[in-house]
């Protein structure tokens, strides 16, 4: 004699949502008691203190993770670490995007603030924020600034994406900007933008 019992199906499981996730852990950043921060970093030339936690920056950051094993670095064992030539502002975005994956509204900052958070985004070899940073800029890229983009694309940080991006905008536009007195000012100080441009339109017809 077989006697088959029938086998309810288990309730679905319920995963967090990768929203709340971020959530929580934003919350967890921008905990003003922070007491389960264990570093400290004294951030811009005020020093201003900014708390965060070892086991996070490690686990999302190449750099973090060899600044804090275990006998590797001085700050390895260090409860204060000092940023001084960076703004508090960019070094807080960086450690969102390290807690959440995301910076909210970066598409409102100026330019040279998210130029400086992509600075930052590769010194600590997070290559998806700077990524995020540069296609916020090419959104927002117009003939009012793409000098200035072109500039720290090419002169002050190498992006070859976003140099690329703002020659191919220079070229389209170049009815308009060659006429454009910063724009002209931009090439006569920096040569070199112009020889990029020349390549940039050789190669293209090659």
């Given at each position: 004699?077989?006697?088959?019992?029938?086998?309810?199906?288990?309730?679905?499981?319920?995963?967090?949502?990768?929203?709340?996730?971020?959530?929580?852990?934003?919350?967890?950043?921008?905990?003003?008691?922070?007491?389960?921060?264990?570093?400290?970093?004294?951030?811009?030339?005020?020093?201003?203190?900014?708390?965060?936690?070892?086991?996070?920056?490690?686990?999302?950051?190449?750099?973090?993770?060899?600044?804090?094993?275990?006998?590797?670095?001085?700050?390895?064992?260090?409860?204060?670490?000092?940023?001084?030539?960076?703004?508090?502002?960019?070094?807080?975005?960086?450690?969102?995007?390290?807690?959440?994956?995301?910076?909210?509204?970066?598409?409102?900052?100026?330019?040279?603030?998210?130029?400086?958070?992509?600075?930052?985004?590769?010194?600590?070899?997070?290559?998806?924020?700077?990524?995020?940073?540069?296609?916020?800029?090419?959104?927002?890229?117009?003939?009012?600034?793409?000098?200035?983009?072109?500039?720290?694309?090419?002169?002050q940080f190498c992006s070859p994406e976003l140099q690329i991006y703002c020659q191919d905008f220079v070229i389209a536009n170049i009815d308009k900007l060659r006429v454009d007195e910063h724009f002209r000012s931009v090439v006569a100080q920096?040569?070199?933008?112009?020889?990029?441009?020349?390549d940039h339109v050789s190669g293209n017809h090659k």
């Amino acid at each position: 004699i077989y006697v088959t019992h029938v086998i309810s199906p288990l309730p679905p499981v319920i995963v967090p949502h990768s929203c709340q996730l971020a959530s929580a852990m934003g919350a967890l950043l921008n905990d003003d008691s922070n007491d389960l921060a264990d570093i400290t970093f004294r951030v811009g030339p005020a020093e201003e203190p900014v708390r965060a936690h070892k086991a996070i920056l490690c686990a999302r950051s190449a750099y973090f993770a060899a600044m804090f094993r275990p006998g590797g670095l001085n700050e390895s064992s260090a409860d204060e670490v000092r940023i001084s030539e960076h703004s508090v502002p960019a070094f807080r975005k960086v450690l969102e995007f390290i807690y959440t994956s995301d910076v909210k509204n970066l598409q409102e900052d100026k330019f040279q603030d998210i130029f400086e958070v992509i600075c930052l985004s590769s010194e600590y070899m997070l290559g998806e924020l700077q990524t995020l940073c540069e296609k916020t800029v090419m959104t927002a890229i117009n003939t009012d600034n793409v000098c200035d983009c072109f500039v720290f694309a090419t002169k002050q940080f190498c992006s070859p994406e976003l140099q690329i991006y703002c020659q191919d905008f220079v070229i389209a536009n170049i009815d308009k900007l060659r006429v454009d007195e910063h724009f002209r000012s931009v090439v006569a100080q920096s040569p070199c933008l112009a020889l990029l441009l020349v390549d940039h339109v050789s190669g293209n017809h090659k």
